[in-house]
């Protein structure tokens, strides 16, 4: 199957009542425990990749990478989409070399760390619309702030300081046309989310539903939405790692997003701290070994079962083979016909 938009993937999404997991890739086998785990669980898929991983990475080798997996893993719809781009000119530059989905983080300067005006958000994700869509690539926007720093992008903080307002929200979308919204309630990139289990108090869902009544029609996105189960920070802290004790989002409240409008739900530390625990505990074990492959072999496969745990959660299993693929010109032309904006 070929690269396909995240628009079709999410309508799909909407209409099964399920969410799909968005997983960041920065090399091989990261993206061949994606895949697994799709195949395994026969779910459709995005693979992201922040500008972080996009430089670690000469971007053309993880476009390539995503290529191979196209080819090798032909019954799973797989989206590469672009995450944080900071400015319209690094979604172009992932447009030009096939991201089949951007998303426009406005809601900073391009230096990634400045909070933005409404205004300026509006523009700069107006222009990445008008560009992404005449091509049928897919974009995502976000409205608020999010917590944290991660991959030097960020403004830091709780999360709390820019909870996205329901109003602004749907100013927003009606005046870009995007076709997800990344929303602020509280979550932070990075391990350290929350130093005790989240309530109401610091994870705003009653504000997603809000937002949900707001702009029923409209793909939500959770950021910053590892769980950080303490099994995974246990293995890490177990062969001679030091993690202090956090907490992430609950699998439970993820759940119940799904149930009002989130459809892409990101989730990046989980799998770090999977890969490496599973290298750690390699060279506590088996201090012996030096192949890279007998600790990138556990890493991966540590890596695939926290995804293929995730795939079933978020529903999105089982639902690989719902639908065929649309072409991102096909997609083009549907937008053409539509107009920017229209939904
Ligand atoms: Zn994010």
Redesign the pocket.
């Known amino acids: 199957m070929p690269l396909v938009s995240m628009r079709q993937l999410l309508d799909e999404a909407a209409k099964g009542g399920y969410g799909v997991g968005a997983f960041n890739v920065n090399n091989m086998e990261q993206i061949q425990a994606i895949m697994e785990a799709a195949r395994e669980t026969k779910s459709p898929v995005i693979i992201q990749a922040s500008r972080g991983a996009r430089s670690y990475s000469q971007d053309k080798f993880l476009y390539h990478l995503m290529l191979a997996a196209a080819e090798l893993y032909p019954e799973i719809p797989l989206v590469m989409h672009l995450?944080?781009g900071n400015s319209v000119e690094t979604c172009k530059s992932a447009i030009d070399l096939g991201f089949t989905s951007v998303m426009m983080?406005g809601s900073l300067m391009p230096d990634g760390k400045t909070p933005s005006s409404f205004e300026y958000n509006v523009d700069a994700t107006r222009q990445v619309v008008e560009m992404a869509h005449a091509k049928g690539v897919t974009v995502e926007g976000e409205i608020g702030v999010?917590g944290g720093i991660?991959d030097g992008?960020g403004a830091g903080g709780t999360g709390l300081e820019h909870v996205t307002d329901p109003d602004q929200a749907a100013e927003f979308v009606e005046k870009t046309g995007v076709d997800a919204l990344?929303i602020a309630i509280g979550t932070s990139?990075g391990a350290y989310k929350f130093s005790r289990k989240p309530d109401g108090a610091v994870l705003k869902m009653d504000r997603l539903i809000e937002i949900h009544k707001k702009i029923p029609h409209v793909h939500l996105v959770m950021?910053?939405s590892s769980s950080v189960p303490k099994d995974l920070q246990d293995i890490i802290n177990q062969y001679g790692g030091s993690l202090k004790p956090t907490w992430g989002v609950p699998v439970e409240e993820i759940q119940l997003g799904i149930r009002n409008g989130v459809r892409k739900i990101?989730v990046d530390t989980d799998n770090r701290l999977a890969i490496t625990g599973a290298i750690r505990k390699v060279f506590t074990e088996t201090p012996e070994k030096f192949d890279p492959r007998d600790y990138l072999k556990p890493a991966r496969e540590a890596m695939k079962k926290v995804v293929a745990e995730r795939m079933k959660q978020f529903g999105q299993a089982g639902h690989a083979g719902d639908y065929s693929p649309i072409s991102i010109s096909e997609m083009a032309k549907k937008y053409s016909a539509q107009g920017v904006g229209v939904r």
């Open positions: 995450d944080h983080d999010l991660e992008h990344a990139h950021h910053g990101n």
